[in-house]
């Protein structure tokens, strides 16, 4: 079975403070994972995926197999990065996605 | 940029009603999708759906749930008869999968369902 799990519910950070957030996963085959971000009143939306190994808004994040772990990562958080963001995997069979239970980011000025 | 439409945005209905969720996908797109968010839990997967038929669904997904793409743009979601666990936020989402193996999930606003 798979499964995503994002051990911290809420962080807060200082506006040009570094932030990590943190994502470990449990799956048997070589999952495709997600970082999906929610701002207020928006709806989900993709913000990286690790394959394209891009940076997207300042992120990062970078798959350790040998960890299990696809953290996300900025060193610079801004005001704007105050949201909800969900670690979730996509499995080399199948297409359902499964997602962590998130992580609320509040950037403080 | 094209986005996937969810109506209505609220729906309060009363334990035992049916009620149906619609969802229009990203035009082109080939496979969609039902995941529920029940308030302070995980977003959770229904169902995936391709070709005219359900292609995965979740243990959620028993014999009150159905799925149907009736005219080729409207995707929904019905729920038999309604209990007061399946108030939650629905989102739909939609995926074009062109060729690649894996692809972007593109997710609606939602649906906040409220069973009282």
């Known amino acids: 079975a798979q499964r995503v799990t994002q051990p911290e519910k809420l962080l807060s950070v200082f506006k040009g403070a570094p932030v990590e957030l943190k994502c470990n996963y449990s799956?048997?085959?070589?999952?495709?994972l997600f970082w999906y971000v929610q701002y207020s009143r928006q709806r989900l939306q993709l913000l990286l995926r690790?394959?394209s190994r891009e940076s997207i808004k300042g992120f990062t994040a970078d798959l350790n197999k040998g960890e299990t772990s696809f953290h996300l990562k900025k060193p610079f958080a801004q005001e704007e990065d105050s949201a909800m963001y969900y670690c979730?995997?996509?499995?080399?069979?199948?297409?359902?996605?499964?997602f962590g239970g998130g992580t609320r980011v509040l950037v403080k000025p | 940029e094209p986005e996937v439409t969810q109506t209505p945005s609220h729906q309060v209905t009363q334990m035992g009603q049916e009620v149906i969720l619609r969802c229009v996908p990203i035009s082109n797109h080939l496979y969609f999708y039902w995941y529920r968010q029940i308030l302070g839990q995980k977003v959770e997967f229904l169902v995936s759906?391709?070709?005219?038929?359900?292609?995965?669904k979740s243990e959620i997904f028993d014999d009150q749930f159905s799925v149907e793409r009736p005219d080729g743009s409207n995707f929904t979601l019905k729920i038999r008869s309604t209990k007061l666990e399946d108030s939650a936020m629905y989102f739909c989402?939609?995926?074009?999968?062109?060729?690649?193996?894996?692809?972007?999930?593109?997710f609606g606003p939602g649906t906040r369902l409220t069973v009282t």
């Open positions: 759906f391709y070709n005219n038929e359900i292609s995965e």
């Open positions: 799956y048997s085959g070589s999952p495709e």
């Open positions: 979730a995997l996509y499995p080399a069979a199948g297409n359902k996605l499964t």
């Open positions: 690790h394959i």
């Open positions: 989402a939609s995926e074009g999968r062109a060729g690649t193996a894996f692809y972007e999930q593109y």
